[in-house]
């Protein structure tokens, strides 16, 4: 992958579970944090300091003592489309990533799609940030309060598309306009990384389950602010 990007360390830890190849990680990271990831599978791409195990294993005392803050990213499938379509049932790691991250007492931040049991979350969309050409809606639940920075538009943009049945076929480009990673958007990997706000490291498997770092360097940076001391504690 390039160089990593510059930033300003704010001395704060977290740990990513779920991490993948590093997505939400890197949005911390841009936050300001020193990340460290957890994956049950191995992830050669990852791009900071790296632990393969299943989170099941993981001790919330062990959280407690070294990180910050907790971040989570419990794998999908049982909520997502692929669910519905094809009625397969799959494990759901939600109620054990909670129970986990509330045990360490520690700030957390728990990331799913659409329809996933998460509690009072707060929803993010590509529309929302400046240079994103994606829309990936993704919900957020925390113990801190956490806000939007800016309203979610009624009516999305048009995405890119090779689908000759769509009535925009032809009319967009994956370089200027909106592209749907996944599914029938088929745009290319680099114009897919492009779109995300630069995942040149991933995979394109990988940048199908990714959040764009966006994301995750605002929620990061509300959850550096929550950690901050005080004056009269400073």
Request: hydrophobic letters at 30%.
């Given at each position: 992958m390039s160089e990593l990007p510059r930033r300003?360390?704010?001395?704060?830890?977290?740990?990513?579970?779920?991490?993948?190849?590093?997505?939400?990680?890197?949005?911390?990271?841009?936050?300001?944090?020193?990340?460290?990831?957890?994956?049950?599978?191995?992830?050669?791409?990852?791009?900071?300091?790296?632990?393969?195990?299943?989170?099941?294993?993981?001790?919330?005392?062990?959280?407690?003592?070294?990180?910050?803050?907790?971040?989570?990213?419990?794998?999908?499938?049982?909520?997502?489309?692929?669910?519905?379509?094809?009625?397969?049932?799959?494990?759901?790691f939600i109620p054990e990533t909670r129970a986990l991250v509330e045990a360490s007492g520690l700030p957390y931040v728990i990331e799913n799609v659409e329809g996933a049991p998460l509690q009072t979350p707060l929803i993010l969309c590509g529309?929302?940030?400046?240079?994103?050409?994606?829309?990936?809606?993704r919900l957020f639940e925390s113990n801190i309060p956490l806000t939007v920075?800016?309203?979610?538009?009624?009516?999305?943009?048009?995405?890119?598309?090779?689908?000759?049945?769509?009535?925009?076929?032809?009319?967009?480009?994956?370089?200027?306009?909106?592209?749907?990673?996944?599914?029938?958007?088929n745009c290319s990997r680099a114009a897919a990384s492009d779109a995300m706000g630069?995942?040149?490291?991933m995979t394109k498997d990988g940048m199908n389950q990714a959040v764009p770092p966006a994301y995750t360097r605002w929620i990061g940076q509300q959850l550096a602010e929550h950690l901050a001391p005080t004056p009269a504690a400073a």
């Open positions: 300003v360390p704010n001395g704060l830890t977290v740990i990513d579970l779920c991490c993948k190849q590093g997505g939400s990680s890197m949005g911390y990271y841009l936050a300001g944090f020193d990340v460290v990831g957890v994956d049950r599978e191995p992830q050669p791409r990852y791009p900071f300091p790296f632990i393969q195990a299943d989170l099941r294993d993981l001790d919330s005392d062990w959280l407690a003592q070294n990180f910050d803050a907790v971040a989570g990213s419990p794998p999908c499938w049982a909520h997502s489309d692929l669910a519905h379509r094809t009625g397969r049932e799959y494990e759901d529309t929302m940030f400046d240079g994103l050409r994606v829309s990936r809606h920075p800016r309203p979610c538009p009624k009516r999305h943009p048009l995405h890119y598309t090779l689908d000759k049945r769509k009535a925009h076929y032809g009319r967009l480009d994956q370089w200027r306009d909106f592209v749907q990673v996944t599914g029938g958007g630069g995942l040149d490291w």
